[in-house]
């Protein structure tokens, strides 16, 4: 699991395989993340912990449900698939906290100074690249 945390809607204890975005998972991804999921939860019962599929959820970072691909939604049919708002408010108790740090990110994107931001990149790497011992020219 990538993170735990007490979930501000159920108030029950969640622990989250964390994704990306709504297309971030293949289809050989689906089966293995299942059998985790499940195999933790029957470890966990024959000791006597009282857990649900419901408290082994994937959380996407950021996206609508409606975006989600299938193996997403095929993954849901098991175990939840929280995705951006509804995510992030599971996460914080805080309903509008996804879209204050959506806007927040896209202001912060639109005030960096890009000018010259990849010609530097290029030349510190080729400077790198002609120090290394690596490599020969």
């Known amino acids: 699991?990538?993170?735990?945390?007490?979930?501000?809607?159920?108030?029950r204890k969640k622990w989250c395989q964390l994704k990306s975005?709504?297309?971030?998972?293949?289809?050989?991804?689906v089966k293995p993340l299942i059998?985790?999921?499940?195999?933790?939860?029957?470890?966990?019962?024959?000791?006597n912990a009282h857990?649900?599929?419901?408290?082994?959820?994937?959380?996407?970072?950021?996206?609508?449900?409606?975006e989600l691909s299938m193996h997403y939604k095929e993954i849901d049919k098991v175990h939840p698939v929280f995705i951006g708002g509804d995510f992030?408010?599971?996460?914080?108790?805080?309903?509008?906290?996804?879209d204050k740090l959506v806007t927040a990110l896209h202001k912060s994107i639109?005030?960096?100074?890009t000018k010259d931001f990849i010609?530097?990149?290029?030349?510190?790497?080729?400077e790198e690249i002609r120090k290394s011992k690596l490599f020969h020219f």
């Open 88 to 98: 992030w408010y599971r996460v914080t108790g805080f309903p509008k906290f996804y």
């Open 119 to 126: 010609k530097k990149g290029c030349d510190d790497l080729t």
């Open 1 to 11: 699991m990538d993170i735990e945390f007490l979930d501000k809607i159920d108030k």
């Open 110 to 113: 639109s005030n960096l100074d």
């Open 21 to 29: 975005g709504p297309n971030t998972i293949n289809s050989e991804n």
């Open 51 to 66: 857990l649900s599929n419901s408290d082994f959820i994937v959380g996407v970072l950021y996206g609508e449900q409606a």
């Open 35 to 47: 059998k985790k999921f499940t195999d933790t939860i029957r470890l966990a019962k024959t000791n």
